[in-house]
């Protein structure tokens, strides 16, 4: 099975502040297609997750710009260039890349300062 | 406005049965693959179950295969968790979730509310 690791696995962040999550893949995501299979999820709390990215740097629709994502084959990273109140909950790597399973990292936590 | 809402979790006693039903609107429903993804309480996400648009492909965790059985009717826009020989670490939030289009690209999951089952006696 594909292990996806995220670190920092909490983080506190200052309101316009940027933040970074990095998710580490024990296996090569990048497919013969050319597109890397790495999704990120945001988490808000009591709430499902939500799409951010897909194919390691997609934004869904509808997600500002302050979201990028980045990286290959086996590193990746979900940046956030200015943290706003409403960035709050648990950020998910997820790979569909080599199922079953699909995997997903441990979560990262946002909160705020 | 894709819409998932799941049904038929609560209670049950350890050993026993449900089924848990996934309601879609907004989208092709008989094109996409689904799944079910749960999540224990205060854990991260785990995936469970994928089926293919036509329902002739189905594959399972290692945890659930043998026990759980997923399945659709696309008459209905429904998508299906049936849960058999349930176990205290079934207990968690299962959400329903919506993959690519049958013949399209890849562009992530779109997920429903959940509905959380609850493994007691």
């Known amino acids: 099975d594909i292990v996806l690791t995220q670190s920092p696995l909490s983080l506190s962040v200052t309101p316009g502040e940027p933040a970074s999550i990095s998710c580490r893949s024990s296996?090569?995501?990048?497919?013969?297609?050319?597109?890397?299979?790495l999704d990120w999820y945001l988490q808000r709390p009591g709430q499902s997750p939500q799409l951010l990215i897909y194919l390691g740097s997609n934004r869904a629709s509808g997600i500002p710009d302050r979201f990028s994502g980045s990286g290959s084959g086996t590193d990746f990273t979900l940046k956030i260039s200015r943290v706003e109140s409403e960035d709050v909950g648990v950020y998910y790597c997820m790979q569909p890349a080599r199922a079953p399973p699909y995997t997903f990292g441990q979560g990262s936590k946002l909160e705020i300062k | 406005e894709v819409q998932l809402v799941e049904s038929g979790g609560g209670l049950v006693q350890p050993g026993g049965s449900l089924r848990l039903s996934c309601a879609a609107s907004g989208f092709a429903f008989s094109y996409h693959y689904m799944h079910w993804v749960r999540q224990a309480p205060g854990k991260g996400l785990v995936w469970v179950s994928r089926i293919n648009h036509d329902g002739t492909n189905r594959i399972y965790a290692d945890s659930v295969r043998g026990r759980f059985t997923i399945s659709r009717d696309n008459g209905r826009n429904t998508l299906f968790l049936q849960m058999d020989s349930l176990r205290a670490d079934d207990t968690a939030v299962y959400y329903c979730a919506k993959d690519r289009h049958d013949s399209g690209a890849y562009v992530g999951f779109s997920w429903g509310r959940g509905i959380l089952v609850t493994v007691s006696s």
């Open positions: 296996h090569n995501l990048l497919q013969s297609d050319g597109y890397n299979y």
